[in-house]
């Protein structure tokens, strides 16, 4: 099942996204936003898209760095990740553009939005939610959850679920424990699924660095993908 690239904008920039929509139907369909980890849209993230197809759903990989850029090297997926990380103005801007490309699609049920992001992109989907975007569920895998003080959160409409390796050296229990207090301050619907003798990117095949805690785990992962399918289909209903 292979899907398209789909151009879209933020202001001036164009962004590459992909988009996978699966096997034709004439009713508007639920969709997902993807949001890519820091080495930015690629293989990985359409993957998901296409993945998400196959459920039913309509798929949509974004592009947060622009014109599909890629990093290869820890240095360069550093100096592509970090402007949005100073600026989570401009992040929420530019999931915001992508949330509003997908919702013009024809074939999206605009009123059935879901959105998933993976370490950096889990980030991204937990700020999207913090917009007040009407997303009925923002699903954090391995994602930094700390929101940023000097920005204000609308009212959260989505469901929130973060799945979480205990032992992830980038985001520790005492910020887990604090994202927790932030949601039920919030009065969001939350959940946080952790998982036991688990590091960072523990969805991703190819993460096999010990000096970074970036450690593939299969079991988490396939737990993980449940749970994210449990969720969809209890916001979404029947496709």
Known sequence: MAGSKHKYLHADQELHGYLAMGTHSDKARPAVLVVHDWGGCGEFAQKKADMLASLGYIGFAVDMYGEGKLGGSVEER???IQPFFNDRTLLRARIRAAYE???AVPGVDKNR???IGFCFGGMTVLDLARTGADIKAAISFHGILNSPKELLNETIRAKILV?????DPMVKPDDVNAFCQEMTLAKADWQVHQYGHTQHSFTNPEAHNLDMGTIYNAVAERRSLQSMENMLQEVFGQV
């Open 113 to 115: 939005i879901a959105a």
């Open 101 to 103: 490309a997908l919702r």
């Open 163 to 167: 799945l979480h390796g205990y032992d």
């Open 78 to 80: 550093m100096a592509l």
